[in-house]
């Protein structure tokens, strides 16, 4: 048997051998004692690399249960993963009052990034934008790289709602711009899943000359690779796959979908779009 299981290990790519070692000893720290909160955020964290993000949610409830400011952006974090903007947005908001009361800089900005992406996950990519040009101005502390990537790419989004409502006129108008933000992002941080993602729908959903199902389906595998738990990046990807005439690897996608993301209130209408060929919006 132990043989058996050194073979599958050696099977495993590198990071996944990591991955399961990590999640068996924080597994055995949390059986020692459940109430301490700092392994479940750590298993969360964990699961949500692995592409498991309903386990990961788990964790992060647990180590938010008992006030934790580090376990509720966790949480917020993972429900932005999962679509739940609402939720996303009432954590986000608790996060930023706790981190303020605290004089926790640092996390009060990643809240207030988080409530400006929950905005724009909404629809209301006026207040996203406002949010956004805030933190420009003045953000309660520096930016990292990652938060600037985060903040540019709620940006572009933000933008890219503007132009989608002023019609074919502002689409085209527009459209550069928000291009040229979503790779402003990607150069702050090319490890930035949401950035590829953004750049990519943007490809995906441009009118006319403007558009690019090849870049599209380049820049979403891109983020799915980097952020496999991540709802809209998978729908999308799967979605560019098909646009490109990849069926056979889109439907082989479905039934994975359906497992990664069986907890999330929207997947059921994602994966209807998608068998149907529409959007995934």
């Known amino acids: 048997m132990l043989m058996l299981l050194v073979a599958a290990s050696a099977t495993l790519p590198p990071e996944a051998v990591l991955l399961r070692q990590a999640r068996t000893q924080l597994v055995r720290t949390i059986a020692s ?8 955020l750590l298993l969360g964290r964990v699961y949500a690399r692995a592409g498991a993000p309903a386990r990961a949610l788990g964790e992060f409830r647990v180590a938010a249960a008992d006030g934790s400011l580090a376990g509720l952006l966790a949480e917020a974090h993972e429900q932005s993963r999962l679509a739940n903007w609402s939720a996303v947005l009432d954590e986000a908001t608790r996060a930023e009052a706790l981190a303020r009361q605290s004089g926790a800089a640092a996390q009060q900005l990643d809240a207030r990034l988080l409530e400006a992406y929950a905005r724009l996950g909404l629809g209301h990519y006026q207040q996203a934008l406002a949010g956004c040009k805030k933190l420009e101005s003045s953000p309660p502390a520096p930016l990292s790289r990652n938060d600037r990537a ?3 790419a709620t940006k572009a989004g933000a933008l890219g709602l503007e132009a989608q409502e002023g019609g074919i006129g502002a689409l085209l108008t527009i459209g550069p711009r928000v291009k040229g933000v979503f790779e402003q992002a990607i150069a702050a941080n090319p490890d930035h899943g949401l950035a590829w993602y953004g750049l990519g729908r943007y490809y995906l959903e441009a009118p006319l000359f403007l558009n690019n199902r090849g870049e599209a389906l380049r820049c979403l595998s891109r983020a799915d690779a980097l952020d496999p738990g991540d709802i809209n990046i998978r729908s999308w990807y799967l979605y560019a796959l098909g646009a490109n005439g990849h069926h ?19 997947a059921g209408s994602l994966l209807a779009k998608l068998e149907a060929g529409h959007p995934p919006k």
């Open 248 to 266: 056979n690897q889109e439907h082989a996608g479905l039934p994975a979908f359906q497992r990664d993301f069986a907890d999330a209130p929207i």
């Open 150 to 152: 985060r903040l540019l």
């Open 33 to 40: 004692d459940p109430s301490d909160a700092r392994p479940h």
